[in-house]
Structures are given as structure tokens and as C-alpha cells.
């Protein structure tokens, strides 16, 4: 490198560092200012609202956004957004892309904006879990609301008006879906807010799986904030004969692959000026015979330099995924002590149900790793890895075979049913390759862990995150055959997708009962707790009961069940977590995993709630949106409870 491109990359990298401590400085005056609040960690040191007072938590207000997913062709309608907080303002995010600036302390609409995507189109995604604000010395929109949409936009608005920015982009919008190869309207998406580093907006995308060999490309790009011009971008599959990447696709499979995209948020490391990026799986996701070898950097965590786009280090925790087991959450940065030490670290969960930990650096891992041996495919044209990372931390998630000793059932011949199938189907635990007989996957596609990823708190060294216990089923199709088996009604039920470019058909299914009840026995959904000193799992708890998913001659047991969205910690030591598919929200103890205190909701908070304080009280806000793809009622929610005022 020449010493005056050196020189630029050494002032960019302390521009980067002043911009991160004004940026902390602010956010810590401002209380939940970007997704997950600071470093992702999920936290507030906020303790007013504690274990002795939670009898006077009540409803303080609640907002609706009117979003019901009406008019839109697809189904699957999420309201998921983790809302944040500026100048006494919430904004929140709609599964319509609606931006919405609400009064914090009075639940007031301020404004609202609305991309007015089309409606007759299918959408791979239908989520929108929130938006990001960036200050600077603009002119125009001096604080900027940044929102990506379902057709792959990203738009900047006036934070105090909701007005478009007309100096960004094309009068406040930039098409990101430019540039990443030939694209499906509504199959390329932004689902997860923009990281904001300096004068820079990172974002990836979420790209619609297994339709094809060679989808869009999972491109990270970093904007101008003011301008929207591209500073830099990073492609997950390299493109370059003398990136050390390439060896790891055979016969040139990298220039004919496309996704491995960064589909959930990405996390900016102010301090260093380093982004996190977690990484999917190529495609299509369950069978690489067309991309054979590890596909680096594919299900990867990857350190980029915020000033550049150049990759600092990387760490694959999937070799090769046939199994749709993305980095789904995003990376926490935290700092671990173990013994005498003090680790700056960055912590990453995953669908396969596992906890990592690296050095922010160097990428050293804190919790050893283990490669080990796996079970490998029988089909033909398909290569698997012989072995796959292993942390050292207890798994999180259940990753054994599924016999029939697991069958479940709440009469007789739904378990019968489940036995059968359990008989009919291979599993030989985690990374059971997919099948033409077909296979039981434990974890399954939707995790393990999943995008609510992992709450941190600093100060008691626990980490959370919640996981699901619901296995699934995956087969492969040859192609010849799948008239024959539609035919014979051996598909019912199961979703099936194309995978063109290559030999077969995917189908895949939730592994449920004739009653639409999990096929395992309980727990099918818990929270988990790692104490961060050891690495040792610290309590397990049920999350959630089954009053709102099963029919209602079913006892109402706590069986836990299926879950999208975190869990927040507190300075108090109390956990906050929606997320379960039931109308709930519920604290817990964070040390022990006690239940503390409930509320019913109008609908099912599948997101992560946030924290704010607000002359001199605090708040707890969660959206409640429901999820019709999970059969789960719409909501349009939006949430505040706070202590009862003392009275006068």
C-alpha cells in the first residue's frame, strides 16, 4: 500500500473514532438511539423499574399504527421493529414500510411516512425490524431517519418532519438492488436497520432462499450519509481469483452463486472503527453440489474495516451449509473477564444453537473451538464437509438424533402419527446432510437461536437469548419426480421450491402433528442463560405457554413453544422478553430465570422490546404485530408501561 493511501486510511480511522465518541457520548444521554441498543448488547443500565416495584408496572400508553398487512397480495404480515428513541421520540417501522414518530411520553403520531410499496407483488421477507438515525451538519435533514425497504430501497428522512431528505440519493431514496446481478422484484429486500459509523451508512440485505443456483449477491455496501454516494462495498462471495476465498468454490462455482447476504443487522465497533457482519448461507441453501467446498465467507462473522470495506479477520462457524443455519442475529460487542483477564469481544449466536465469542481485533476465539466429525451426504453431486465448529460452551439448543422415544403427542393417534413419521425419516443430530428419503433436522431452519440474537448484560457477566425446539423436515426431489409425488399427496403440506440449476426440488416442512402440534416432546421454546465467566450455561427456562397456539380443549401447559425476537436486560437485573408465539409479555429474574411479572397483550410481541428513560422515569416499549405466517394473529401494536405515579 502507498503511504499516502496508508495516510488517508489512518485519518479516515480516527474520523471514525471521534464520530463513535460523540456517538456514545449522545446515546448514552438518549437511552435505546439505534437497534439493540449500544454494541447490540440488548441492554440499559436503567434500574428504576426493579424486582420491588414491579406491582405498580402498568400500561402507560398504547399506539396503533393501522398496518394490518391490508391490500397486500403476500401473506405473512411481522411487525417486528425494535423502536428507538431521539429527542423524546420513538420511531418505529412498519411490515409496510410505514416510518412512524410517536411522543415518547405521551404516544402522540408526530408523523409517519409511507413508501407505498406495491401491493401486487409476492415478497420473499415481510418484516421491517426498525430504523436508524444518523446527525451530522447537513443542511438538509441535519438528523436522518434511515429506513430499507422491502424492494431493496434505502431512504433517508428528516428526523423532525418525516420529510424526504432531498440531497440523498435520488430525492431520499438510493435502489440498492442496483448492482447485485439480476433481480425478482420483492425477492431482494432490507429487513434489518443500517449500521451508522462516522459519516457512513452500512447496510446488507435479505435475499429470498432456494429459488435458484445463481440468485442476487449478498453485497454489503457503506453510503455517504449525506449524499448516498457508494463509499465502498463488499461482496460475501469473492470475485477475485487472488481473494484467498476463492479456493474454497470449486471449478469457479463463486462467480455463479449468489446470496450469502447480511440479512440480519450488522454492528459497528466505534471504538475501533471495525463492522461486524454476519453472513447466510449461499445459494440455494440445502444443496451446494453446483458450489462445492467450505464457500467461504458464507455463515461467517467477518470483521470489516468501517474506513475501507477490507477484511481485517473472518471466522466460518458453518462449512459448506446445506442447512439454512445463516448467522442470523447480530454481533455483540461486550467485554467478557475470565480469571484475570478482560476480553474485548464480540459474541454471535447461532441457529445452530451455539454461543461463539472472539477477540474484536484479532478474531481469536474466547471459548475454544472444536472441528468435528459430521455425518455426510449420500446424494449424488453433493460433497459435505467432514467436519463443522463446535463451541466449547454448552449447546443451547437440543442438536441429538430424534428417535421415537421423542414422539409426542396429546392424544393417542397423534402421537402414533408422529412416531411413524419419526420411524419414516433419517436423523443422526446436528448436520444430518438433506436427503432423498428425506431427514429430521434438529435444530431446524427457523434455529437454535434466531434474529433476536443475544442480550449481554456487562456488569453480571449473562448473556440470554432465547431458542426453539421445534425440529423440521427437509428432502430432496429429483426433479422427474415430483408430479408423481404431488400426485400421490406425499407432499401435502410441505413447502416446495425450486433450487433451479440444480438436480432437485426442495421441500421442507415444520415437523408438526395432525393437530398442527410439535412432533417432539417439550420444551419447544426456551430462554438460556450463559454465565460469561465461564462459558458455562447458567439456567434454562420454558418460554411461553400454549394457550394461543394449540385448540383451546388443550390444557394451557408451559410447554414454551416457538419464538421470533429478543429479550432485553436491565441495570436492575430483570429481563424483558415478548418474542413467544403467545399474547404475552414477561419479565424475569436475570440472575436465576425466575418469572417476575406478566401482561397480556392484544397481540404477539414477536420483537424485542427497548427501554428509555424520560424526566427522570423509565419506560419499557414493545411492539405487539403478531405474525400470520405463524397463524398467529395480526397486531399494530405499540406498547409503554411505566411505574404508577405516587398520588398526591
Not at 401491493?119 to 441535519?142: E, L, M, T
Not at 448484560?457 to 404431488?486: H, S
Not at 423509565?618 to 400470520?628: E, H, K, P, R
Request: hydrophobic fraction near 40%.
Amino acid at each position: 500500500m502507498d503511504p499516502a493511501s496508508m495516510h488517508w486510511k489512518q485519518i479516515s480511522r480516527f474520523t471514525l473514532f471521534i464520530f463513535g465518541l460523540l456517538a456514545i457520548a449522545y446515546a448514552t444521554a438518549s437511552g435505546w438511539p439505534q437497534y439493540g441498543n449500544l454494541g447490540g448488547q440488548q441492554y440499559t443500565p436503567l434500574n428504576q423499574i426493579n424486582i420491588n416495584n414491579l406491582n405498580q408496572l402498568e400500561e402507560v400508553w398504547r399506539f396503533r399504527t393501522g398496518d394490518l398487512g391490508q391490500g397486500f397480495k403476500r401473506k405473512g404480515h411481522s411487525m417486528q421493529a425494535n423502536p428507538i428513541l431521539w429527542n423524546g421520540t420513538l420511531y418505529v417501522s412498519t411490515s409496510a414500510n410505514w416510518v412512524i414518530a410517536i411522543d415518547a411520553l405521551t404516544g402522540a403520531e408526530q408523523w409517519r411516512f409511507d413508501p407505498k410499496l406495491p401491493k401486487d407483488i409476492g415478497y420473499s421477507s415481510s418484516a421491517s425490524r426498525g430504523v436508524s438515525i444518523w446527525h451530522g451538519n447537513a443542511q438538509v435533514c441535519p438528523s436522518r431517519i434511515f429506513l430499507g425497504t422491502l424492494i431493496g430501497e434505502l431512504i433517508a428522512l428528516d428526523a423532525r418532519t418525516g420529510k424526504l431528505c432531498s440531497d440523498f440519493g435520488d430525492n431520499g431514496r438510493v435502489d440498492l438492488s442496483r448492482g447485485v446481478g439480476s433481480v425478482e422484484l420483492g425477492e431482494y429486500s432490507i429487513t434489518s436497520p443500517p449500521a451508522i459509523l462516522g459519516e457512513l451508512v452500512i447496510v446488507g440485505s435479505a435475499i429470498g432462499d432456494n429459488r435458484a443456483t445463481n440468485l442476487e449477491r449478498g453485497i454489503v455496501r457503506a453510503l455517504d450519509a449525506q449524499s448516498g454516494s457508494i463509499k465502498w462495498l463488499w461482496d460475501p462471495i469473492p470475485k477475485s481469483p487472488t481473494d484467498r476465498a476463492s479456493t474454497t468454490w470449486s471449478s469457479q462455482s463463486n462467480l455463479n452463486t449468489g446470496a450469502a447476504n447480511a440479512w440480519a443487522p450488522l454492528t459497528a465497533d466505534h471504538s475501533s472503527g471495525l463492522i461486524f457482519v454476519p453472513t447466510s448461507s449461499p445459494s440455494p441453501d440445502f444443496f451446494g453440489g453446483e458450489r462445492l467446498g467450505d464457500n467461504l465467507y458464507s455463515n461467517s462473522i467477518v470483521a470489516l474495516d468501517g474506513a475501507t470495506g477490507e477484511i481485517v479477520w473472518f471466522q466460518q462457524l458453518v462449512h459448506h451449509d446445506v442447512w439454512d443455519y445463516d448467522l442470523p442475529a447480530q454481533p455483540t460487542l461486550t467485554t467478557i473477564k475470565r480469571g484475570s483477564k478482560s476480553h474485548d469481544a464480540v459474541v454471535v449466536v447461532t441457529k445452530t444453537g451455539m454461543l461463539f465469542a472472539f477477540d474484536r481485533d484479532t478474531g481469536k476465539p474466547i471459548y475454544e473451538i472444536e472441528e468435528k466429525a459430521v455425518p455426510q451426504s449420500k446424494v449424488s453431486g453433493e460433497v459435505t464437509s467432514p467436519t463443522q465448529p463446535f463451541s466449547t460452551i454448552a449447546a443451547l439448543a437440543n442438536q441429538s438424533p430424534v428417535t421415537t422415544k421423542d414422539a409426542f403427542g396429546v392424544i393417542f393417534f397423534d402421537k402414533l402419527s408422529c412416531r411413524r413419521q419419526i420411524r419414516k425419516f433419517e436423523s443422526n443430530g446436528i448436520f444430518t446432510p438433506p436427503s432423498l428419503e428425506g431427514i429430521i433436522m434438529r435444530p431446524g431452519y427457523a434455529g437454535g437461536s434466531n434474529w433476536g440474537g443475544v442480550a449481554i448484560d456487562p456488569d453480571r457477566q449473562i448473556a440470554v437469548t432465547n431458542v426453539n425446539e421445534i425440529p423440521a423436515l427437509v428432502r430432496l426431489v429429483p426433479r422427474a419426480d415430483l408430479g408423481r409425488l404431488k400426485a400421490e399427496g406425499k407432499l401435502k403440506g410441505w413447502q416446495i421450491t425450486a433450487q433451479r440449476g440444480t438436480p432437485y426440488y426442495l421441500a421442507r416442512r415444520i415437523f408438526l402433528s395432525p393437530l398442527n402440534l410439535p412432533c417432539t416432546k417439550p420444551p419447544w421454546g426456551e430462554l438460556v442463560a450463559v454465565d460469561l465467566r465461564s462459558g458455562k450455561i447458567l439456567w434454562e427456562e420454558n418460554l411461553g405457554t400454549i394457550k394461543d397456539l394449540a385448540p383451546k380443549v388443550v390444557p394451557n401447559f408451559k410447554w414454551g413453544v416457538p419464538n421470533l425476537g429478543g429479550a432485553i436486560l436491565t441495570g436492575s437485573g430483570l429481563l424483558v422478553i415478548g418474542a413467544a408465539a403467545e399474547h404475552k409479555l414477561r419479565i424475569y429474574q436475570t440472575e436465576t430465570g425466575q418469572e417476575l411479572w406478566s401482561a397480556k397483550l392484544p397481540a404477539a410481541a414477536m420483537s424485542t422490546p427497548m427501554s428509555y428513560e424520560l424526566n427522570g422515569k423509565q419506560y419499557i416499549a414493545v411492539v405487539a404485530g403478531g405474525n400470520d405466517a405463524l397463524n398467529m394473529k395480526r397486531g399494530d401494536y405499540v406498547i409503554v408501561y411505566g411505574l404508577k405515579m405516587p398520588r398526591t
